[in-house]
Structures are given as C-alpha cells and as structure tokens.
C-alpha cells in the first residue's frame, strides 16, 4: 500500500499549500477518496494516473489537476518511484474570481469542468521557485500568497494553456505516451522506440499527440526533463552531470533549452528565490 505525507508550506486567510509526497508502491487502484475542498495540484517530480469514473488523467509536471470537492476520484502508479506534488486549496471567493468560466462547472461550490490543463514553462518555474523559497525561508508572507496567485492566474489563463478537444480513444493514446516518456526521461526515445512500445505506427503517434497535447511530443518530453531540473538542480553542485542524467546531449543544449523556456540560464535560476518577470 502506498504511504502518502503532507506538509503545510503556508497558511493563510486565503490560501494553503502543501507539498504531498506518495510512495507510489501500489500499481493498481487505489479505494476511492475525495477531497474536502477543491484544489488545484501541481505535480513537480513523478507520474500518476486520477481516476474520475472512466475518466483518467495523467498527472505529470506538464500539468495542473483539479480535484473537485467531495467528487469521487482514485489514484494508480504506472510507474515505479512515486511522486510529488504541490496542492493548493483556496478560499472558495477567491478560486471563484480567477476561475475563467469556460472551466467552472455550474453550481454553488467552486469547482472545475475538467481533470487537468497543461501548463507552459513559466508555470512550471513558479512551482519550483515557490518550493524552494518557502524551504528555505527566504520569502516573505505577502510575496508567497501573490506568487500563488500569480501561478494560478497563468495556469488558468488561455494563453498559457492547453484543453485537449479530441475522442476518448485518442486521449488514452497519448496518455500512454506521457507515461512512457515519464517512465526513463534520460533515455532519448526515437519514434520507432515509442511505436514499438505503444503498438502504434510513429506517424499516428506524431498526429494524434499534438492533437491532443497542442504541441510536439519531442517538445512534451523536453518540457518534461526541465522541469525535473528545476526540482533538483539545488542537489547538484555539477550541472553538467545533471545535464547528462536527463539525457542531454552536453551542458550547452542543456543551457540553451533551459534558457529558451525559463528565461534565464539553469545558474542564473539557482540563484533566484523569486521570480522578476512573470
């Protein structure tokens, strides 16, 4: 059976984040749970799979999911070596106002439409960044709820994310691509490597994932390893050996990727607690 932790990181009139960790021991599905408030979670290390009826979803770091209250959902680990997340619920007034309602579902309590979104880089790097500066102290009261915020804000916005709009079978195809990539992300897949694994035909694959997911699946991927750098680069006093266990090619991809999608090189981003231009 799993083991799941929970530690507040703030807690205020407004809002309460925590960092939730699972072990992730159990493959198949857990009994079903719900929450007692809605909150939004933001995986930043791992994979898992929620479970809302026939409905699934997978839960990467390329992705914010909705957890309903009192909606019955269950949680299974495709993949060995659990997971971590952080989940924010928010005062009911406050979720209501920075909800567009394209997502809202009708009904008195705040509560969403849909399983998840994708989220854009810059969402990504405020996850990380609030992690590591609620940690270590080095944020103040005031700063931490308007970065939340602010994380909210883009990764709700419709510019910063992306709602799939295909069939049933196509979304369960590219969700077993997301696991597949989320299973080794050093490993540099070639498509024959995906098609072979899936038991589909590369050019299918290519099609039906930026259908669902809006971008390339080599982008996904790439998403995905940068956003694992941004959770562990403080563990790493050499970042060319970080760089090479996520499966880049040198240090300069690494740098120049990085920089592409945050702004600022993977140094300059260890030395920041708050993020200057969101």
Known sequence: MSTIS?????????????????????????????????????????????????????????????????????????????????????????LAELTPPSLAQKGGVASFRRQSLRIDARAQALVALLRHALDNGSIELLEAEALVLTLVSRSLGPRTTHESTSTHARRRLADRVKVLLASDLSRRWTLADIGNAIGSSPVYLTQVFR??????????????????????????????????????????????????????SPTEFRRSSLVADT
Not at 16 to 42: D, I, Y
């Open 211 to 264: 259908q669902v997911e809006g971008m390339p699946l080599y982008q996904y991927q790439l998403q995905l390893r940068l956003a694992r750098a941004l959770n562990v680069m403080d563990e790493y006093d050499d970042l060319s050996a970080l760089a090479a266990e996520l499966g880049f090619s040198s240090h300069s991809h690494f740098a120049s990727a990085f920089r592409r999608a945050f702004g600022r």
């Open 6 to 94: 929970s530690h507040t990181l703030l807690a205020t009139e407004s809002l309460t984040l925590r960092r939730v960790q699972c072990s992730g021991t159990c493959r198949h599905r857990s009994a079903e749970e719900c929450a007692s408030s809605t909150q939004l979670v933001f995986p930043y290390r791992g994979v898992y799979l929620r479970h809302v009826g026939t409905d699934q979803s997978v839960a990467d770091a390329n992705h914010v999911l909705f957890f309903n209250a009192q909606e019955g959902y269950q949680v299974s680990h495709p993949v060995d070596g659990g997971d971590a997340c952080l989940s924010l619920s928010l005062d009911e007034a406050v």
